[in-house]
């Protein structure tokens, strides 16, 4: 099968599948260029509610393929900025779903999804100072904010690989579930995730992510919304709510 990205929908949670078995599903440049278009299509997407990134098999990403890198390394990374900032700035929730190797260009999308859970044996390494790469700016920020400085230059420093549980004491993952139950445990919390309120997502993923000069917009949103209402009353009947808004498409 040739190297690409697999996408479907299901009950309103997408899932990315990373697919390059010959390589650990290491990234080609195709792969890293058809990236970005599929999300803005997802998130144009009212069905979608949440989003799962993971990788086929028993291994996540090993990174970019490195065979992309002997023509022009700057245009390659530039490729993986360019689909890590998609990814980080998709308006709706992101799930990294981690089995083996996450590695290189592999932790550079984890780190650019909002969560990650991790199935205990994953592995996990920043690896640019094995091939003299200087990491960019971007995603060396997004790492530290994950993990703190120490952190990120031990992985930047030494492009040493780490295990899950050292993975979830420093913040890179969220999550760490016994082999066989990751699977299990996404699913569960995919159905949390889009059964709450897009208004309260769509804000607190902004706020989070360092947007100051929101507040005012999204105060307006809740009022317009209804949400809130509907949230309290739902609490009070003790039935689900039913939240009327979503993420405004970009057309």
């Known amino acids: 099968m040739d190297p690409q990205l697999q996408y479907g929908v299901t009950d309103s949670v997408a899932t990315v599948v990373i697919r390059h078995p010959e390589k650990r599903n290491a990234m080609t440049a195709a792969m890293w260029r058809a990236l970005p278009s599929l999300l803005a299509e997802s998130a144009d997407d009212p069905a979608v509610r949440a989003l799962v990134l993971t990788g086929a098999g028993g291994t996540f990403c090993a990174g970019a393929d490195i065979s992309t890198l002997r023509g022009s390394p700057e245009e390659a990374q530039g490729l993986a900025v360019r ?10 929730p992101t799930v990294a779903a981690i089995r083996g190797h996450c590695v290189g260009g592999g932790a ?18 920043v690896t640019p100072a094995k091939l003299g790469i200087v990491y960019p700016a971007s995603s060396t920020r997004r790492l530290v904010s994950l993990v703190g400085p120490a952190t990120a230059k031990y992985l930047l420093f030494s492009g040493e ?28 919390f995919t159905r949390i995730l889009v059964s709450r309120s897009q208004l309260t997502q769509a804000a607190a993923k902004e706020f989070a992510d360092g947007r100051t000069d929101r507040d005012a917009h999204w105060a307006g949103q809740a009022r317009a919304s209804g949400d809130t209402a509907e949230g309290v009353a739902a609490f009070l009947e003790r039935r689900q709510p039913r939240f009327g808004w979503s993420v405004p498409t970009s057309g």
């Not at 689909?83 to 709706?92: G, T």
């Not at 549980?165 to 699913?187: C, F, N, S, Y």
Request: hydrophobic share 50%; glycine share 8%; charged share 30%.
């Open 83 to 92: 689909a890590e900032e998609a990814l980080a700035a998709f308006p709706k």
């Open 161 to 188: 690989l780490v295990d899950a549980q050292r993975a979830l004491r420093t913040g890179l993952v969220d999550e760490v579930l016994p082999e066989g139950e990751l699977g299990k445990r996404i699913a569960e």
């Open 108 to 125: 550079q999308l984890a780190a650019a999804c909002d969560l990650r859970f991790a199935e205990d044996g994953a592995l996990f390494g």
